[in-house]
């Protein structure tokens, strides 16, 4: 049998190696009963579409950024509200409280979580050093969703909205002088060009899911079954390591090539996290019962 | 089935359709239906209902519609005329003559738009008929508009070199930088030919009996101001860091419009004349668009691009070998896909051994970009080619044999830049600290 | 009847340039925003929420509902090199089965997009960006122009039957 599988990142993203190796071991394991095919960087649907065509069947599985379904449910954005989990530790009690709600939503739509994979903490490019918070007012900050920009807003900056392709010159036009975003993405879009200053502040940990449709994934014998979701347990174990080291040496390559890396002060994690706890307020208010319930949980 | 023979079905199916006279936005859809239904195990109605929404609302092609009618305004007012005459005095001893507009236009576009089909809409809507008023051979007009509209790929910004970047993880902004010099090698190689075409055989090119004084020239010039404040205002916006590519679209078309009142001889009806022919053209390249897109989803299920680059592959070729094959298929495949779906399809099979063989990734993005802009003139699936029958109503074969001399131009710029990789590293080189 | 829909058409042409003309206000609009905030930051508003998202819905919707208006002004592009060289009865024919081709292909699409449609519906599928629009919105309309695309084939199909000869016209050669 084959399986097609849409990803919206490149080849040489960490995420699409690990599910790459996934494909290979579920491969190898029903000795090429099932064979998943993979798509990388939106070759065969647009990331906002993975979803639909995953539920609708057009493909049997998917991978996508999970936080692009926060409108759907306040739980699904929890890994990118800023200060709220911010080392892998944080990150992984955060994803094993969402995870049954998750399901349980994901459900709903015929669908089922496999596995999720941690992107590396994200971290401020700026030029020139950022000491407090204050240091942030009147820059000209990339925001792509609605907690970037409250947060932008928050910090006293002017949000701008800018999608990942136009980062390098809406950099070198002035367009926008700071932003947040994990190491990997700093490497991939060789931020030496256009910033002078990167500091792990680890804002949040966004992650990827995989899903799968529920009834395709029924219609495997029980075997198959098991393979996917023994290969599914592995490929998170593996990914979240790959994530951690990913973290390492992709941080370690912005300072080779000249970036100053430089650890946030004292004053700038404080009112960082202040920040943080008042939209984490104003997220409450908000927030679904599912939402809160995860919240708790996460807290205890 | 085999591979080969799939590809021979599905060719030829596109190739009846299309003498059929069926349009190519419906041919390209029922090509990738085949595809899928006959092909594959994929649901074909979900997923062509799926693909068509899904690539029908994106943010990268909303510069199309501004940019075609900021093409259509200037035809209508007198600001197209006013280049034109102003130029004259300029490009009268130039062999050529006018016809370097076409090729600087479009470079100079290129600096504006991501696109080589907004850069083929928006001069072609004022040159065409400009430079076929005053008599200039057609086939040399078709041929200079379709060949330097590609320009709009290399120049950076170019959206296929974000494509390519996202999709190989190159840095966007040294992919920019690396298009600009081999830009400029090719408008040099376009303008070149232009000479000498027209220094070969004089009569090809009518004459301009006037010569001009200096003093004559600099008052004829007064006529470029409009066009010269549209075109810098459009670029300064986006150097000045106000405005993205696709916002300056439509900063483009506030100008122009401001512009063409100011200049008299424009009005409202004009104006609605050029939003109606505007929807027009850009709902005719979208359909066209959503088709090819679904024709790219069903060779994705299909495998097939996938196993041609595999089987590439597999012969272990040395780097000039590894390049000459990839080129012959790049420009097979560019015959029926658009250049976009060409690179989505294949670069996961072909960037390994592109750089198991040693090939710099930036300068194999810039290769690339030049092979795709062939592919954006060869019939029948060509974008600057419907694009140009979209303007003119001439057959998109009669513009392709026009086109051709250019597609061979380009060939040459791909031997260029791999004789002299310096052309596309120097730039990046620079950048690095 | 056929003068109803010729005029149905015509008003989603001029919608669907109107909806062109928004995003070109929209877009002009996020860019005056940009100045503004150079010059005197804070004074106003940085951004126009989801700015892109709503440009790109519109463009959408220009596209589809521009279909069948397009299509009766000839404004679709195909080759007419081989059928321009047959005898009429034989363009009548072949241009019987272009259009009838067309049709299957229009319904089917219009099909799935309703289906799409309801599904949005359904699961009540929101955008991802700051503002979440329900998609089901902008997907009625661009089904909607999907079907009068799908009408407007039979209509052309119709008068091509009662004219005895090929109906739709080229656009002028410059
Ligand atoms: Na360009
Ligand atoms: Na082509």
Redesign the pocket.
């Known amino acids: 049998q084959n399986w097609d599988m849409p990803t919206p990142y490149g080849d040489s993203t960490f995420h699409t190696q690990n599910i790459m190796q996934f494909a290979d071991e579920v491969r190898t394991a029903t000795d090429g009963g099932l064979d998943i095919t993979i798509h990388s960087a939106g070759s065969l649907f647009p990331h906002s579409e993975i979803k639909g065509a995953v539920r609708n069947r057009s493909v049997p599985i998917g991978e996508l950024f999970l936080s692009t379904l926060s409108n759907e449910d306040m739980v699904f954005g929890m890994d990118s509200q800023p200060f709220l989990a911010t080392s892998y530790d944080d990150a992984q009690r955060l994803w094993d409280a969402q995870r049954p709600v998750i399901t349980e939503l994901l459900a709903e739509q015929g669908l089922m979580p496999l596995f999720s994979v941690a992107w590396p903490a994200q971290g401020l490019y700026t030029n020139g050093e950022i000491k407090t918070v204050e240091d942030l007012n009147g820059l000209r900050f990339r925001a792509y969703n609605a907690a970037l920009e409250e947060f932008a807003t928050l910090a006293g900056a002017a949000p701008v909205q800018v999608e990942a392709p136009d980062i390098p010159q809406a950099f070198s036009t002035g367009q926008v002088s700071a932003m947040i975003t994990s190491p990997s993405t700093g490497v991939n879009s060789t931020a030496w060009d256009f910033v002078t200053h990167y500091s792990p502040i680890n804002a949040w940990v966004p992650k990827n899911i995989v899903i799968v449709n529920q009834r395709e994934f029924d219609r495997l014998d029980e075997e198959t079954q098991t393979a996917v979701l023994e290969a599914a347990k592995a490929a998170e174990t593996r990914g979240w390591q790959m994530s951690m080291e990913e973290a390492e040496t992709q941080t370690a390559a912005l300072a080779e090539n000249g970036i100053t890396v430089y650890e946030p002060s004292e004053e700038l994690v404080q009112g960082l996290q202040a920040i943080g706890d008042t939209m984490l307020e104003s997220w409450q208010q908000e927030a679904s019962d599912s939402a809160r319930a995860v919240l708790e949980a996460y807290r205890n | 089935m085999s591979d080969p023979m799939i590809a021979v079905v599905l060719l030829s199916l596109l190739i009846g359709l299309l003498a059929l006279g069926v349009w190519v936005a419906v041919s390209l859809t029922l090509v990738g239906l085949a595809g899928l239904v006959l092909f594959s195990n994929a649901p074909s109605g979900l997923v062509l209902a799926s693909t068509f929404w899904g690539h029908s609302h994106s943010w990268a092609l909303t510069a199309l519609p501004l940019f075609i009618l900021m093409g259509e305004i200037l035809l209508r007012s007198r600001m197209s005329d006013d280049m034109f005459t102003g130029l004259v005095p300029w490009l009268s001893r130039a062999p050529g003559r006018l016809l370097h507009v076409n090729v600087f236009g479009c470079a100079i576009f290129a600096a504006v738009s991501g696109s080589s089909a907004a850069t083929a809409a928006t001069i072609g809507r004022m040159s065409v008929p400009e430079l076929t008023r005053r008599g200039y051979p057609e086939n040399l007009i078709l041929g200079t508009l379709a060949g330097s509209a590609t320009l709009g790929l290399l120049i950076p910004p170019s959206i296929i070199l974000i494509v390519y970047g996202v999709a190989t993880e190159q840095s966007i902004a040294r992919l920019f930088i690396a298009g600009v010099l081999p830009g400029i090698m090719l408008i040099v190689l376009f303008a070149g030919y232009v000479a000498v075409r027209a220094w070969m055989n004089p009569d090809l090119i009518p004459a301009i009996d006037q010569s001009f004084s200096f003093r004559q020239k600099i008052v004829a010039s007064r006529r470029l101001i409009p066009v010269a404040l549209l075109i810098g205002g459009v670029i300064g916006s986006i150097y000045a860091g106000l405005a993205s590519p696709t916002d300056a679209a439509a900063l483009g078309v506030v100008l122009a419009t401001g512009l063409a009142f100011a200049s008299g001889s424009f009005s409202w009806r004009l104006f609605g004349a050029a939003v109606m022919s505007a929807t027009r053209t850009s709902c005719m390249i979208a359909l066209i668009l959503l088709g090819a897109a679904f024709l790219s989803v069903s060779m994705g299920f299909t495998g097939l691009p996938r196993n041609l680059a595999a089987w590439i592959s597999d012969m272990n070729l040395s780097a000039t070998a590894l390049l000459m094959a990839l080129t012959v298929f790049f420009v097979v495949l560019?015959?029926?896909?658009?250049?976009i779906s060409v690179i989505v399809l294949t670069t996961s099979i072909i960037m390994p051994m592109v750089s198991a063989v040693g090939i710099d990734p930036l300068w194999f993005g810039i290769y690339l970009v030049i092979v795709v802009e062939?592919?954006?003139?060869?019939?029948?699936?060509?974008?600057n080619?419907f694009v140009i029958q979209g303007l003119t109503g001439i057959d998109i074969l009669r513009i392709a044999k026009a086109a051709f001399p250019f597609f061979l131009l380009l060939l040459l710029g791909v031997v260029l830049i791999w004789v002299f990789p310096q052309i596309v590293t120097f730039l990046p080189g620079l950048m690095s600290g | 009847m056929g003068h109803l829909f010729q005029k149905l058409y015509s008003i989603c042409g001029a919608l669907a340039g109107g909806l062109i003309l928004c995003i070109c206000l929209l877009i002009s609009a996020q860019i005056v925003l940009n100045g503004v905030g150079r010059f005197a930051p804070g004074a106003f508003p940085s951004t126009i929420p989801s700015y892109g998202d709503f440009s790109g819905f519109m463009l959408a919707g220009a596209t589809f509902l521009a279909l069948a208006h397009t299509l009766r002004a000839g404004g679709h592009i195909r080759v007419n090199l081989v059928t321009a060289r047959m005898p009429l009865r034989a363009q009548v024919v072949v241009e019987a089965a272009v259009l009838l081709i067309s049709a299957a292909l229009a319904g089917y699409l219009t099909w799935f997009m309703i289906d799409l449609t309801l599904e949005s519906l359904h699961y009540n599928d929101l955008s991802t960006g700051i503002v979440p629009v329900p998609l089901w919105i902008p997907q009625s309309v661009a089904t909607f122009g999907m079907a009068l695309f799908l009408i407007a084939i039979l209509h052309t199909l119709a008068d091509l039957v009662r004219a005895g000869r090929p109906v739709l016209t080229t656009p002028d050669e410059v």
């Open positions: 560019g015959c029926f896909l658009d250049g062939m592919s954006q003139i060869t019939p029948p699936v060509g974008f080619l």
